[in-house]
């Protein structure tokens, strides 16, 4: 697969008390590597956000993630099913990895708002990756 990355830069709101990035936070980075990553495919079947639903979200939280240093936010694996896409990612920060994550994601057909089957474009995006 070829790698996907983003940059995010933390912001002190995202913050707890001890000064770590929330674990809030970190699981709307994930999200946003994710559709970054999908939209990067060229999906255009509707906003992507629209055409999907999390089914499932698994965190590992490896290190402490600090506010001041810019995250980098890596897609490592992709995998299309009939109706779902899994996707993990990861974190890190000054070359250290601090989070790791996995999500199932389940395309929905916008109108009747079931499961549907993925694109034929967008599977065979996710098949070259």
Known sequence: MQDFAITIT?????T???GHI?????AAWFELVRM???ASTGERA?????NWVLAALNIDFIAETFFGTD?????????AGNT????VSEMSQEGKLTVRGKAVLVHLDA???TPSPLPQALSGAFATR
């Open 71 to 79: 995250v980098i936010a890596r897609v490592t694996d992709a995998r």
């Open 16 to 18: 707890d008390a001890l």
């Open 10 to 14: 933390p912001r002190f709101y995202e």
């Open 22 to 26: 929330n674990n809030a936070s970190i």
């Open 111 to 113: 109108e009747t708002r």
């Open 36 to 38: 970054q990553f999908i």
């Open 46 to 50: 509707g906003e992507p956000a629209t």
């Open 84 to 87: 779902s896409l899994t996707v």
